[in-house]
């Protein structure tokens, strides 16, 4: 059974709701960086290993088009936020870079070089102000996702990389399971999975997919669900902490790395850190065995 890492959960989400506002998330790292830094002393303290700075959509097209701020500025004031959060601890900083939104050739404008340099830019700022790895995530577009990984290669930190899959098993530009391992692999990442998309339990089946067809170490960040109304009208997430970490038993003896996506809170992490990640514990209510944690860095 793989020792487990313990991811962070959703940004965007809780930093909506601490603002009541909701711009571009990156722009808060100017704007409130009280509030990012409180963000990620949450989920400091609810036991992830690994949190992420706020650098998820903070690429040269965003940026430019929606604030008069530099991509430096706003990736490494991210960078500096998450360092000083997490000050005092062992949880290491991963900066987070996200699908471009605008598609690359065949499928749009973009080429390959130009969004090569997007990345590298991203990257080379996010490294400079001390980011510990990097975590490409929530791609749909495996062409995209293996640019950017092959830079964030280029800087010798760890490079964890998640697509976003439906029910089928494909993303919605087609790419499969097999697709991604065999692509990622070949470039020398040093581990491949799921996030965003889907809920614990119909992402599952698709971590049990990874598992019999590579060795790379597994990311799980499933979804909570999208908010829906209660008998009382109050909106609610269709997953509860409860549910969410009952899903994930099923595959977290296949997993290196567990964490949340959209609708997740604090909450979740702690709950899964609890189930299955606090050492020594005996088997959960589920009846899954608990795993030892062995520090950031293992």
């Not at 002393?41 to 604030?67: C, D, H, L, M, P």
């Not at 999975?193 to 614990?200: A, E, F, I, K, R």
Request: hydrophobic letters at 40%.
């Amino acid at each position: 059974m793989n020792n487990l890492t313990l991811l962070d959960g959703a940004f965007g989400t809780r930093i909506w709701a601490k603002t009541g506002e909701s711009k571009p998330v990156w722009m808060y790292n100017i704007l409130r960086p009280d509030v990012i830094r409180e963000v990620t002393a949450e989920y400091v303290a609810a036991g992830a290993q690994i949190v992420q700075a706020n650098t998820f959509g903070a690429n040269r097209i965003s940026v430019e088009k929606n604030s008069d701020y530099s991509v430096e500025d706003v990736v490494k004031a991210a960078v500096r936020i998450a360092r000083e959060a997490v000050q005092g601890t062992s949880v290491r900083v991963g900066l987070s870079a996200g699908p471009l939104t605008v598609m690359m050739e065949p499928y749009g404008d973009l080429e390959e070089d130009e969004a090569a340099e997007i990345y590298d830019e991203i990257f080379r700022f996010g490294i400079e102000e001390g980011a510990d790895l990097i975590q490409l995530e929530t791609f749909i577009d495996l062409n995209m996702l293996c640019v950017a990984a092959k830079e964030a290669k280029k800087y010798g930190v760890p490079v964890l990389c998640t697509m976003s899959f439906e029910e089928s098993g494909r993303t919605i530009f087609g790419n499969s399971v097999e697709d991604m391992a065999e692509e990622l692999g070949n470039i020398g990442v040093d581990g491949v999975g799921l996030n965003c998309s889907l809920g614990p339990d119909k992402a599952a089946p698709i971590m049990k997919k990874f598992a019999e067809v590579t060795n790379l170490p597994l990311i799980f960040k499933p979804n909570a669900g999208l908010p829906v109304m209660d008998t009382d009208g109050n909106m609610v997430n269709p997953y509860t902490k409860e549910d969410f970490s009952d899903e994930i038993a099923d595959v977290v003896s296949l997993l290196s790395y567990v964490g949340g996506c959209c609708g997740t809170d604090p909450t979740y992490i702690a709950l899964l850190k609890e189930r299955y990640a606090d050492p020594y514990q005996q088997p959960s209510k589920t009846g899954c065995r608990k795993i030892a944690v062995y520090g950031p860095g293992h």
